[in-house]
C-alpha cells in the first residue's frame, strides 16, 4: 500500500506542486487581503496555462465507480456555458445589425465546440 501512495506522488509530483502553489496564493490572499477579482483572475490564468483543472479532473476521473460520472457532469456545463455566451451575444448582435458578424461568430463558435469534441473523441482513443 504505501509504495502505491510513494509511486501515485512521484508521478504526479508536478499536479501536486502546482496545486500546492495555488493552495498557497489562495492563503497568502486572504491573509493580505488582496483583491479577490485579481487573485481569481490571477489563479485561473496559472490554473490554465499549468493544466491543473484537466489534471484535478484526471485523477477525480481515476477513482472508481464514482470518478468518471462526477467528471462528466464537471464538464458538460462547460460546453453549455460556451453555447449560452455565444447566443448572448448573438442577440447584442442583432440589436446593432451586425448580419455578417453573427455568421461569423456563429461558425467561431460551432467549429471550437466540434473541436472540443474531437479533442474529447481522439482522447479516449489514445
Known amino acids: ?8 506522488f512521484v508521478r504526479n509530483r508536478k499536479l501536486l506542486i502546482t496545486w500546492a502553489v495555488i493552495l ?16 481569481t483572475f490571477g489563479i485561473v490564468v496559472f490554473g490554465i496555462f499549468t493544466q491543473a483543472f484537466s489534471g484535478l479532473l484526471a485523477i477525480i476521473g481515476l477513482t472508481p465507480i464514482i470518478g468518471a460520472p462526477i467528471v462528466h457532469i464537471i464538464s458538460l456545463p462547460f460546453i453549455w456555458i460556451i453555447n449560452g455566451l455565444a447566443y448572448i451575444f448573438t442577440l447584442g448582435l442583432i440589436r446593432k445589425g451586425h448580419k455578417i458578424d453573427i455568421f461569423k461568430s456563429r461558425i467561431l463558435v460551432t467549429s471550437f465546440l466540434i473541436g472540443i469534441v ?9
Not at 24 to 39: N, P, S
Not at 118 to 126: Q, T
Request: proline letters at 0%; zero cysteines.
Open 24 to 39: 498557497l496564493t489562495i492563503f497568502l490572499g486572504f491573509h493580505f487581503h488582496l483583491d479577490k477579482k485579481v487573485m
Open 118 to 126: 474531437i479533442g474529447f473523441v481522439v482522447g479516449k482513443l489514445l
Open 1 to 8: 500500500m504505501t509504495m502505491r501512495i510513494k509511486t501515485f
